[in-house]
Nanobody, 126 residues
Framework: QVQLVESGGGLVQPGGSLRLSCAFS????????LGWFRQAPGKEREFVAT????????YYADSVKGRFTVSRDNAKNTVDLQMKSLEPEDTAVYYC???????????????????WGQGTQVTVSS
């Protein structure tokens, strides 16, 4: 059974940076598309970024493009989300997700991902 565990969340000032990491276990990570989603209080969960399997590329929500970078290390079974120029609007619980066989047009949809971490809180505030 695939398990995902996020780490690296915390409190950061506006304009600051934070790096989230997600540890993958229970499967062959290279065969999975790995994504990051977030959910702010009172809002639905939304897509943040994803990195496809087999060198299929990276994709970002417009709201984070140019500020966030997603990367994966298949040898270490990890996927990271580097976040820069953080804004109060980035405050949310961030979730790592994994799925296989996700077509490109569906990578933004959370129900396409089969496995989820427990989430890590990111708070951007002065």
């Amino acid at each position: 059974q695939v398990q995902l565990v996020e780490s690296g969340g915390g409190l950061v000032q506006p304009g600051g940076s934070l790096r989230l990491s997600c540890a993958f276990s229970g499967g062959t990570v290279s065969t999975y598309t790995l994504g990051w989603f977030r959910q702010a209080p009172g809002k639905e969960r939304e897509f943040v970024a994803t990195i496809r399997r087999y060198g299929g590329g990276t994709y970002y929500a417009d709201s984070v493009k140019g500020r966030f970078t997603v990367s994966r290390d298949n040898a270490k079974n990890t996927v990271d989300l580097q976040m820069k120029s953080l804004e109060p609007e980035d405050t949310a619980v961030y979730y790592c997700a994994a799925g296989r066989g996700i077509i490109l047009s569906s990578i933004y949809t959370d129900r396409q991902y089969d496995y989820w971490g427990q989430g890590t809180q990111v708070t951007v505030s002065s």
